[in-house]
């Protein structure tokens, strides 16, 4: 099966940095990925669509400036939360669409943000 | 606008027994899909299934069966005979289909199982 990996699983970092989120699709080529933010015990958000070249869509309450995404090629997305605060701690979870399975979205193992 | 919800934010039962998850759903289209993913505690989300508005059939797999009724904007998972290792946060959601569909996926507030020895 499609397999989606992130990489760091866990970070912890101080307020006021930056830390930057990977998510690859493995052995398919995403045309679309989904990042969404889970807070302890609560439901998981979408924060943003990207489609690989162009600019992310976000979701209303999403501050683009604050969490940039690239998604520069067909396997690789990144997050990154700049000037991170400690209520940025959250599980982030990426998710990936291949164009010719427009219902179907992958989910990698989600990383751990603690800001500090 | 869509919207899903697990009415049922806990559930606890004693392993053997069986439970129904609910999950009720809105939405103006016509054609969607609705999923169902299991969140154990590592936090990483399994899928289970997947199901798209045309097709309301019921569906058994193992332990696990869903209830798909359209009348009643329905989507309900039962685990039959539950287990220790089925507890975990359980989440419903939902897909908007058809021709230039963004493919995001609109989750349900999620249903904690605990199932005790």
């Known amino acids: 099966g499609a397999v989606v990996s992130q990489h760091p699983s866990r970070v912890i970092c101080k307020s006021g940095t930056s830390v930057k989120i990977e998510c690859r699709s493995l052995?398919?080529?995403?045309?679309?990925m989904f990042w969404y933010r889970q807070f302890p015990k609560q439901s998981l958000m979408l924060m943003a669509t990207?489609?690989?070249?162009?600019?992310?869509?976000?979701e209303q309450g999403v501050e683009k400036d604050k969490f940039l995404i690239n998604h520069a090629s067909l396997t690789l997305s990144t997050l990154t939360v700049t000037s991170a605060h400690p209520e940025d701690s959250s599980f982030y979870i990426c998710?990936?669409?291949?164009?010719?399975?427009?219902?179907?979205?992958?989910f990698g193992p989600g990383t751990r943000l603690t800001v500090t | 606008a869509q919207k899903v919800t697990q009415a049922q934010t806990e559930i606890s039962v004693v392993e053997k027994e069986d439970v129904t998850l609910d999950c009720v759903y809105e939405?103006?289209?016509?054609?969607?899909?609705l999923f169902w993913y299991k969140q154990p505690p590592s936090g990483e989300l399994v899928f289970l299934i997947r199901?798209?508005?045309?097709?309301?059939q019921n569906e058994i797999s193992g332990r696990y069966s869903w209830n798909f009724q359209k009348s009643t904007s329905s989507f309900n998972f039962t685990i039959t005979a539950s287990q220790v290792v089925d507890s975990a946060v359980y989440f419903c959601?939902?897909?908007?289909?058809?021709?230039?569909?963004?493919?995001?996926?609109?989750f349900g507030q999620g249903t904690t199982l605990q199932v005790k020895p």
């Open positions: 199901r798209n508005s045309f097709d309301e």
């Open positions: 052995d398919f080529q995403a045309t679309t």
């Open positions: 939405t103006r289209d016509t054609t969607y899909y």
């Open positions: 959601a939902l897909s908007e289909g058809g021709p230039g569909n963004t493919g995001k996926l609109i």
């Open positions: 998710s990936a669409r291949a164009h010719e399975e427009v219902y179907e979205q992958y």
């Open positions: 990207s489609n690989e070249g162009s600019k992310a869509t976000y």
